[in-house]
Nanobody, 127 residues
Framework: QVQLVESGGGSVRVGESLRLSCRANVYTSPALRYCLAWFRQAPGKEREAIATIHTRGVDTNYADSVKGRFTISQDNAKNTVYLQMNSLEAEDTGMYYC??????????????????WGQGTQVTVSS
């Protein structure tokens, strides 16, 4: 059973940074064939995929709304995927979720299939 646990959310001011972490037991799988993604959901809005990475690769994919400001990365030894968020804007406020989906291809789509989800961590950006 895939388990994902997010941490690192909080309240910051516009322009500041946060780093989210997601501890994922997918790294203990010998196959290591998972896409990992960060999603977010703002109040009253649909959930949005914002960044992806494959456990076996370095290719990343970003939504236009975060490109150039957010960076997804991973540390296989620590079983963790990160989301570094810089130059935060009020519009970045929302619940952030880590998700995983089995994938042979190392190019992970933002709108791919993600069957496993963490509980989420709240990010609040105020001016």
């Amino acid at each position: 059973q895939v388990q994902l646990v997010e941490s690192g959310g909080g309240s910051v001011r516009v322009g500041e940074s946060l780093r989210l972490s997601c501890r994922a037991n997918v790294y203990t799988s010998p196959a290591l064939r998972y896409c990992l993604a960060w999603f977010r959901q703002a109040p009253g809005k649909e959930r949005e995929a914002i960044a992806t990475i494959h456990t076996r690769g370095v290719d990343t994919n970003y939504a236009d709304s975060v490109k150039g400001r957010f960076t997804i990365s991973q540390d296989n030894a620590k079983n963790t995927v990160y989301l570094q968020m810089n130059s935060l804007e009020a519009e970045d406020t929302g619940m952030y979720y880590c998700a995983a989906g089995a994938s042979i291809t190392t190019m992970c789509e933002l709108h791919g299939r993600y069957d496993y989800w963490g509980q989420g961590t709240q990010v609040t950006v105020s001016s």
